[in-house]
């Protein structure tokens, strides 16, 4: 007999989650907690060039506890900073300094994108995570690093729209629901856009909710995606990225 399909589903992703910036987090994880929610956490290894995990045992800690509780680990680039110089054409001007300023994957080939994914994937190991997957800064993977995922041993990697099984080499749609919070404009038309998106989306058997921490230094957004979330639990079920994939394998 054929395993039933999953029921509506949805994830709850934290991105650049890294010692700098977990205690912004606090108070929406104690919400997600309460609510019995698990965490699909994306983690920078070194966070800015700040230092990386090893010189934060602190931080490892907590990650020791959030995954004892159910939440996930992914590996979410490696700095987060993209220090490759500028291509010299518009495109490339426009992703990597409007767009974004943290495209780290975007410009590697597939020999400096697979070294530092193995680099990244080393250093959890080495703190006794095994990640599952891949999410490169601003959803931003160069064809060098969709080539090196390919021969990686993670089992998946996302879009800001799909959620790819590697193994299968399956792309499920995943809308993602996020906020550009950096100034007051661009917090107006994120609630607008996420609602309409919501409306468009009902039915999607998979959504995600991708925060970020300068979303935790404004009440709207904040309280957003507190009352999303309680909203989209009454006819969703909470779970991480591999869990979800694993139930729609």
């Not at 929406?28 to 019995?36: H, K």
């Not at 506890?65 to 054409?89: M, V």
């Not at 404004?218 to 009352?227: D, L």
Request: charged residues 20%; glycine residues 6%; aromatic residues 10%.
């Amino acid at each position: 007999m054929a395993a039933p399909e999953p029921g509506p589903a949805l994830c709850v992703v934290l991105h650049d989650v890294a010692p700098q910036t977990w205690d912004a987090y606090q108070p929406f994880v104690a919400f997600a907690d309460r609510l019995g929610v698990p965490l699909t956490l994306l983690v920078v290894p070194d966070f800015h060039h700040a230092g990386d995990l090893r010189r934060h045992p602190q931080f490892v800690s907590a990650m020791n506890a959030r995954l004892a509780r159910g939440d996930e680990i992914a590996l979410h680039g490696y700095f987060h900073a993209d220090e490759l110089p500028l291509r010299g054409d518009p495109v490339d001007f426009f992703m990597r300094r409007v767009y974004t300023r943290e495209a780290e994957f975007y410009r590697l080939g597939t020999v400096a994108a697979g070294e530092r994914l193995q680099r990244g994937l080393e250093l959890f190991a080495g703190l006794g995570w095994h990640a599952r997957g891949f999410v490169a800064p601003a959803w931003l993977p160069g064809p060098g690093t969709r080539a090196a995922l390919r021969d990686s041993p993670l089992r998946y990697t996302s879009t800001s729209q799909t959620l790819i099984d590697l193994r299968s080499k399956r792309t499920h749609k995943a809308p993602g629901l996020v906020w550009s919070a950096r100034s007051r404009w661009r917090r107006a038309v994120s609630k607008r856009v996420n609602l309409a998106l919501l409306r468009r989306h009902r039915a999607a058997p998979l959504l995600r909710l991708g925060l970020h921490p300068v979303d935790m230094q404004h009440a709207a957004a904040r309280q957003f995606w507190t009352a999303t979330l309680t909203q989209l639990l009454t006819c969703r079920t909470a779970l991480t990225k591999s869990t979800w994939l694993d139930q729609a394998a």
